[in-house]
């Protein structure tokens, strides 16, 4: 049986997130991880990740999302680290067990050694918490190349593109990744091609991968918790699970609510976006579920 262990990724609202390197005397000194540690037997996770911060660094966390949950078999244990998002604390993070803590940003070199089980975490993390997709056979063309430039020069980093029956598809990507990579933003493409920097698949397509693909970033469309424990055992790098609420682009399919989406989207080992009747009013209630992010379509744009 796995040793439960609480681990909170601390964030700050500059995105810098606190990693703490194990102290002399411990298995793996020297190396750095997420700080965190065991659940008693009978503890819930978010008290045995109020307790842990504590003992380990003099906070308490007032705000924290449970986001993925990881598995990893070490020579002397296996163990199931439920990560939680810690976004609110009070008091200022300082080492009581000796270990030496620090801030690190994406973009500039990070803390080495990494914990083996934390490492594939640090991928999730990097991933923005908005994942817009593509409108341009109802917005057309022209005006939904000005529409990405516009929210790519207020930050969007994830964009896929979804329009499948588009006339001269493969140049709109073209133009759609062009305009990405000038601002540091990241294209996939839904169903195909290759183009751009990976592939979003949707449902059916997800049930009948052999593998996960070798290049790129993969994503895949989810509605049911079987989806989405495929998209898992594929180690994609995330899933978009939805509609959780009812919308235009899906007026058959019955919406999860909030609490169907956290049945599913809790404890999964990848990072889940919300979708469907998506708003960025609701970043907080999708954190608040297990999600990752929201992924958006109309909203995206507006």
């Not at 997130?17 to 540690?37: D, H, S």
């Not at 906070?59 to 609110?88: G, K, M, Q």
């Not at 914990?115 to 005006?143: C, F, K, M």
């Not at 592939?199 to 989806?227: D, I, N, V, W």
Request: glycine content about 10%.
């Amino acid at each position: 049986m796995a040793l439960e262990v609480a681990a909170a990724v601390i964030q700050r609202a500059d995105g810098a997130f606190l990693l703490a390197r194990r102290p002399a005397g411990k298995v793996y000194a020297g190396y750095w991880e997420f700080p965190g540690g065991k659940i008693e037997p009978g503890e819930p996770a978010p008290e045995a990740l109020a307790r842990e911060l504590r003992e380990e660094l003099g906070i308490d966390p007032c705000v924290a999302f449970p986001w993925i949950t990881r598995e990893y078999t070490y020579p002397h244990a296996a163990v199931r680290l439920n990560f939680f998002r810690v976004t609110a604390w009070k008091g200022d993070p300082h080492p009581r067990e000796e270990q030496a803590i620090a801030w690190q940003r994406f973009g500039t070199p990070l803390a080495e050694p990494m914990l083996p089980a934390n490492a594939p975490v640090l991928s999730a993390l990097a991933l923005p918490h908005e994942y817009a997709i593509t409108d341009a056979q109802s917005r057309g063309t022209r005006p939904m190349l000005a529409r990405i430039l516009a929210r790519l020069q207020q930050g969007l980093r994830l964009i896929q593109v979804r329009d499948r029956d588009l006339p001269r598809r493969e140049a709109f990507i073209g133009s759609v990744v062009r305009l990405a990579h000038g601002h540091g933003a990241r294209v996939l493409v839904s169903g195909g091609p290759a183009i751009g920097d990976g592939m979003h698949f949707t449902a059916a397509q997800l049930m009948g991968l052999k593998a996960r693909p070798g290049q790129g970033l993969a994503g895949a469309s989810c509605h049911t918790a079987a989806e989405l424990a495929r998209a898992m055992a594929l180690e994609l790098d995330f899933a978009v699970l939805g509609p959780v609420k009812p919308t235009a682009s899906h007026l058959d399919a019955r919406p999860l609510g909030w609490e169907g989406f956290a049945g599913i989207a809790r404890g999964a080992s990848i990072p889940v976006y919300a979708i469907g009747g998506m708003k960025p009013a609701d970043l907080e209630p999708a954190w608040r579920a297990g999600a990752h992010g929201v992924a958006m379509i109309s909203a995206a744009w507006a």
